[in-house]
């Protein structure tokens, strides 16, 4: 396994999905993490069964429109040190058409998807913030790589994540850090199970058409994470990931 020895890594949306599983394969390859969600209650089961010690939760709602991500990343420096590491997996979204797009749900998908990970990177770039060789994770989707219709939103929040880390990975270079993004398919997690109780067999059938391997384990997309995170991939920056069992293929 790649090795995460000592590091600590910041996961965002961390008390469920994919997120939840990035932190799983992390602290199994030696990582403390520092685990964000909304939900104390979630934060505090997640901790219990993460291998290792040292691991520290962080209850912060990032989609709220006076919140500041910036206080999350300094509240984790302040309490267990510099930070090798964040994968931003906290985000949201659903199939909308665009004739019910709202103002409202724009700027709350921006605010969560996109502006919070700006704001938590330019915090992370203070010196006193992040240790060298520092890796940062954005996870983003196919659907910033392939049309969908119903996720014109979504869609382009991810697709600004992909876009962003282009132009991110040349500034912050020279303080010895990384960025790159991965962009999974269908993932089996909670929200897979919610979508497939809301939608027909046939719909579901046409879904799992897509990805020729299969769907995704988040522990699929926690691979790449933490390889990402790690020492051998300290050549890797403004890069995108799919991670899609051939979704992006067909």
Same mark, same amino acid.
């Given at each position: 396994?790649?090795?995460?020895?000592n590091?600590?890594?910041?996961? +965002?949306?961390?008390? /469920?999905?994919?997120?939840?599983?990035?932190? /799983?394969?992390?602290?199994?390859?030696?990582?403390?993490?520092?685990?964000?969600?909304?939900?104390?209650?979630k934060?505090?089961?997640?901790?219990? /069964?993460?291998?290792?010690?040292?691991?520290?939760?962080?209850?912060?709602?990032? $989609?709220?429109?006076?919140?500041?991500?910036?206080?999350?990343?300094?509240?984790?420096?302040?309490?267990?040190?510099?930070?090798?590491?964040?994968?931003?997996?906290?985000?949201?979204? #659903?199939?909308?058409?665009?004739?019910?797009?709202?103002?409202?749900?724009?700027? #709350?998908?921006?605010?969560?998807?996109? /502006?919070?990970?700006i704001?938590?990177?330019?915090?992370?770039?203070?010196?006193?913030?992040?240790?060298?060789?520092?890796?940062?994770?954005?996870?983003?989707?196919?659907?910033?790589?392939?049309?969908?219709p119903?996720?014109?939103?979504?869609?382009? +929040?991810?697709?600004?994540?992909?876009?962003?880390?282009?132009?991110?990975?040349l500034?912050?270079?020279?303080?010895?850090?990384?960025?790159?993004?991965?962009?999974?398919?269908?993932?089996?997690? $909670?929200?897979?199970?919610?979508?497939?109780?809301?939608?027909?067999?046939?719909?579901?059938?046409?879904?799992?058409?897509?990805?020729?391997?299969?769907?995704?384990?988040?522990?699929?997309?926690?691979?790449?994470?933490?390889?990402?995170?790690?020492e051998?991939? #300290?050549?890797v920056?403004?890069? +995108?990931?799919?991670?899609?069992?051939?979704? +992006?293929?067909?």
């Amino acid at each position: 396994m790649t090795p995460l020895d000592n590091k600590i890594i910041l996961i +965002t949306g961390a008390s /469920s999905g994919i997120g939840a599983g990035v932190a /799983s394969m992390a602290a199994a390859r030696g990582a403390r993490i520092a685990a964000h969600g909304r939900d104390a209650g979630k934060l505090d089961a997640l901790l219990g /069964s993460l291998p290792g010690e040292g691991h520290e939760k962080f209850s912060f709602d990032l $989609a709220d429109p006076s919140a500041k991500p910036e206080e999350l990343v300094e509240s984790v420096v302040k309490q267990m040190g510099p930070i090798d590491g964040l994968v931003h997996s906290a985000g949201y979204g #659903r199939i909308e058409p665009l004739k019910l797009t709202r103002a409202e749900e724009l700027d #709350r998908l921006w605010r969560l998807n996109v /502006s919070s990970a700006i704001l938590m990177c330019k915090a992370l770039r203070k010196p006193a913030n992040h240790r060298q060789g520092c890796s940062v994770v954005l996870i983003s989707s196919v659907a910033g790589l392939k049309g969908r219709p119903g996720q014109v939103a979504y869609a382009a +929040t991810k697709g600004a994540l992909i876009a962003m880390v282009r132009a991110m990975a040349l500034e912050v270079v020279r303080d010895g850090m990384r960025v790159n993004t991965i962009a999974p398919a269908m993932v089996r997690t $909670a929200l897979f199970d919610e979508m497939s109780k809301a939608n027909s067999g046939e719909t579901m059938k046409a879904i799992l058409a897509e990805h020729p391997s299969g769907l995704g384990e988040p522990a699929d997309v926690g691979s790449m994470a933490c390889f990402l995170l790690s020492e051998e991939a #300290r050549w890797v920056t403004g890069a +995108t990931f799919p991670v899609d069992g051939g979704y +992006t293929a067909s």
